[in-house]
């Protein structure tokens, strides 16, 4: 009896231990990868030490430099050996950082794992998902602001805070990128605007003028659709597009509400009870009519196209676009303005703001440093000078001291830097508060494409925005 | 003595073991977790209030009546499409084997290649269906982004991908069934129509019975097929409750993502387990 038992429980243990036979092979061949992650972890420390080195000695030429307030100098370092995995987001014009990145390989002799993920709010849930996994590249390309701060950043990103870089970065543009007082990211590109971009012919054509107002902007659209023209062309393909006319309104909202931010931050403040803010939603209905056909299907891409080559007459969308048109079609830039979003008062015309995506280093990676020294090179004046002269600006540079080079298009050199000059812009609400909807741009097509009035799309996203806040641990009632 | 059992307990506990850990722990400590406001390493205790909140908001519960609308009907679909394929491809036909084979070509195809061509067919302007539809005179149809059509476009590619395996089912069933049934009710006079009802109708129901509870759980947790077509858009008009628990759990609301996982849990149990019963009591009566 005793005896039989035994021999169940050896047989059972028998059984189980042959089931687990398949992972204790793959097991060792774990262990055996640890180590030559380790071994490889050795090596680049080693070379860590050397670039560090060099480091130091760029830190104290650059402090001198930044009180002067001039853009750094590149560190010097040798790389080689190294190879930099990073994430990019399909919908950012390449040229500009690959020029930086076929640089820093001569330079350095660094080289570049380029790994490029969709967009919006798919993009979002990919580095979500990512990060969370542990599976994170050495360098990410994110938005900063609210989205950034629905990371979580200070557990997966690198603190800038001490770095020289970040004595140069401007300060409301630091803000957006500061997260319990560490600086988490550097800007990939200059700042940019949520506006409209049109096609300057067509305005010529009918002798429109830039509308001052939001009902002149309809006007417009009417007397070009009236014309036979596309007055607007929508891309709810690449469904983020969708959210710019509300989120780029955000000037409008700020001129009647001063307060909403910080408000809307604290809980007081909702779109469904804040005339401004179910104004912008409205907008949202208001130019339906006005829209390409097949809007629903049109991609950022095909936006791209339709207004460069004045298939459409205006693009409402992150300026951004513009460097993604320039390479494409260098010569039609001439004919591409930008106006922003209008409100009600047409004598407070001002623009919504973004500020640049980041790069984010993984502070876990064996890259560490040499992700950061290749940061330094980014942000020195070598690197701002290849990138933009690769990358023409979308608008006025985040880096305190340094001067874009004279490359800017006509459109942001004279269109946009006018409300910069008259000091009318805003950031956009995602910059001035940690919270922001995850389904923001599902609401935004919901009311794009007639499903939702905008009286129900606001009331139901201040409930998306709840959920964020909840998580947040914010104290919403 | 008591009398010896041949088999110890112990047998059991190797397949006990993995079943714990890899069901009954997750199901219980997420119909934990989904009572949670919970971010991975900590989390705040908060009721039923993601269940409030996932039946209470509409961008949220909508997609309780698109999965239910989306399964019975791609289940209904492949149901009735799938037994005449299957009966024309079970009759004395020529190219047989070459037909059987297009008919399952669609489902070796992964879901999202799938979605993403059809994606291009169905483009309001450029894509080839409403091209073609122009030719004939009609006027267009933006198929996935007419709020109030979008859902069925996906339910139509699914029904093109999924009936295969319906009709290698019912092919099985029909075949298995004994030729002295239709040679009897052939000397009584039975029609070729009669036949169908009276014979194969009846002959195959637990293929048919397999086909319906298979492609119902299969529909009612789909995903793949809609995140790849629409994303769920435009705006919420083919979310399902799959993908809206993955948009709440890649924006971070693990402890509303999990009740949703949970309530999905819910669903397809009192839906399937009844139905299953109904079904093999059927079966039970017939043979």
Redesign the interface.
């Known amino acids: ?1 005793k005896m ?2 035994l021999l ?2 050896s ?2 243990v028998a ?2 231990a042959t ?1 687990f036979v398949g992972c204790g092979s793959s097991d060792s061949t774990a262990a055996s990868a640890a180590t030559s992650v380790a071994a490889a972890a050795e090596t680049t420390a080693a070379e860590a030490a050397t670039s560090a080195a060099a480091e130091s000695s760029t830190t104290e030429a650059s402090t001198t430099e930044t009180a002067s307030t001039e853009a750094l100098a590149a560190p010097e370092a040798d790389l080689s050996g190294t190879t930099l995995t990073v994430l990019v987001d399909a919908d950012t014009a390449a040229e500009g950082y690959e020029a930086v990145f076929a640089a820093a390989t001569e330079k350095y002799g660094v080289k570049f794992d380029i790994e490029t993920r969709v967009g919006g ?2 993009g ?2 990919l580095v ?2 990512r990060l ?1 996994s542990g599976d994170i590249p050495d360098l990410t390309l994110y938005n900063c602001g609210a989205k950034l701060f ?1 990371l ?1 950043p200070t557990e997966y990103f690198y603190d800038f805070s001490n770095d020289p870089i970040a004595n140069t970065f401007d300060d409301t543009f630091k803000s957006t990128v500061t997260y319990d007082g560490k600086v988490m990211g550097v800007p990939v590109y200059t700042t940019q605007a949520g506006a409209v971009m049109y096609y300057k012919p067509d305005y010529e054509e009918l002798g429109l003028s830039v509308p001052t107002t939001w009902d002149e902007f309809l006007s417009n659209c009417k007397a070009l659709k009236d014309a036979g023209k596309t007055a607007i062309a929508g891309s ?1 393909g690449t ?1 983020w597009t969708s959210q710019v006319i509300y989120l780029g309104d955000e000037y409008n909202v700020l001129a009647e509400n001063p307060t909403f931010p910080a408000d809307f931050e604290a809980g007081t403040a909702k779109y469904a009870t804040t005339a401004a803010g179910l104004e912008s939603f409205q907008k949202l209905a208001d130019v339906i009519p006005y829209y390409n ?5 049109t991609t950022y891409d095909d936006a791209v196209d339709m207004l460069a080559n004045g298939e459409a007459t205006h693009w409402i969308s992150l300026t951004q676009a513009l460097g993604n048109m320039q390479s494409l079609y260098p010569d039609a830039m001439d004919d591409i303005g930008v106006f922003a979003i209008p409100g009600n008062d047409p004598d407070n015309c001002g623009l919504t703001v973004w500020y640049p995506s980041c790069w984010y280093v993984n502070k876990d990676s064996a890259n560490v440093d040499a992700a950061v020294t290749f940061m330094e090179y980014w942000c020195s004046k070598e690197g701002l000078d290849i990138y933009n002269a690769n990358s023409a600006a979308y608008g006025p540079t985040c880096i305190k001291g340094y001067s874009l080079p004279d490359n800017v298009l006509k459109c942001v050199k004279e269109d946009m830097q006018s409300y910069f000059d008259a000091g009318k812009t805003a950031p956009a609400l995602e910059f001035e508060t940690s919270v922001k909807g ?2 923001c741009e ?2 935004t ?8 009035t905008a009286e ?1 799309a606001a009331s ?1 996203y201040d ?2 925005c709840k ?2 806040a ?2 947040l641990g914010l104290n919403w009632k | 003595m008591k009398k010896e059992k041949i088999y110890s307990i112990w047998f059991l506990m190797p397949a006990f073991v993995i079943f714990a850990v890899f069901f009954l722990i997750p199901v219980l400590s997420s119909f934990f977790y989904s009572l949670t406001i919970w971010d991975f390493k900590t989390f705040t205790f908060c009721g039923f209030d993601n269940y409030v909140m996932f039946f209470s908001e509409p961008s949220l519960n909508t997609s309780l009546i698109h999965t239910l609308v989306y399964a019975f009907m791609t289940s209904g679909l492949k149901v009735l499409f799938a037994f005449f394929i299957a009966l024309f491809l079970t009759s004395k036909i020529r190219t047989k084997s070459f037909i059987r084979s297009a008919v399952f070509f669609p489902n070796l195809v992964s879901a999202i290649a799938v979605g993403i061509t059809f994606t291009t067919l169905m483009h309001p302007t450029k894509g080839i269906i409403n091209i073609i539809i122009k030719a004939l005179g009609g006027s267009t149809v933006n198929f996935l982004g007419d709020p109030n059509i979008a859902l069925f476009s996906v339910i139509a590619v699914d029904v093109w991908k999924g009936v295969s395996i319906a009709t290698v089912i019912y092919i099985a069933g029909i075949q298995s069934i004994d030729s002295t049934y239709y040679e009897a009710a052939q000397i009584d006079g039975a029609t070729f129509w009669q036949r169908v009802w009276n014979v194969t109708l009846p002959m195959c129901a637990p293929a048919m019975d397999s086909v319906i509870i298979l492609s119902l759980i299969g529909g009612l947790r789909c995903f793949d097929l809609i995140w790849a077509m629409t994303g769920g858009g435009p705006g919420f008009a083919t979310d399902v409750i799959a993908s809206v628990v993955y948009k709440q759990y890649a924006a971070g609301f693990y402890g509303l993502s999990t009740a949703g996982n949970v309530i999905m849990l819910v669903l397809i149990s009192i839906i399937a387990f009844p139905l299953q019963h109904f079904l093999i009591k059927r079966e039970e009566a017939l043979s």
């Open positions: 009896m039989k038992k169940a429980v047989a059972a059984m189980s089931l709010s798919d979002d849930n979500k998902t969370a629905a979580n709810f469904s056909e097949d809007y629903t299907a995850a389904n599902q609401f097509s919901a009311v794009g494409t007639g499903q939702m129900e139901q409930e998306d959920k964020q909840v998580q």
